[in-house]
């Protein structure tokens, strides 16, 4: 290995460690804010439950009154 590219080498070392920091300290400051909007922990369990009684379309015609009294 060159000495250019050792000492090229130490430098993005360098560089690299001194952004660590800059992001260390940047997620120190963060605050979170509320938004309103739920986690998803927070409605993945729900359900809900919907009874339906089923109703034939037929059944309902037959029970009219008017039907068959017609001459």
Known sequence: MALGEAEGLRDSLAAADDKLVQLDERSRR??????????????????????????????????????????
């Open 30 to 71: 963060a605050i979170a804010f509320n938004l309103g909007i739920p986690a998803f922990g927070e409605i993945a369990g729900r359900t809900a439950t919907v009874t339906v009684t089923p109703t034939r379309s037929r059944d309902v015609a037959d029970k009219s009154p008017d039907r068959g009294t017609r001459r």
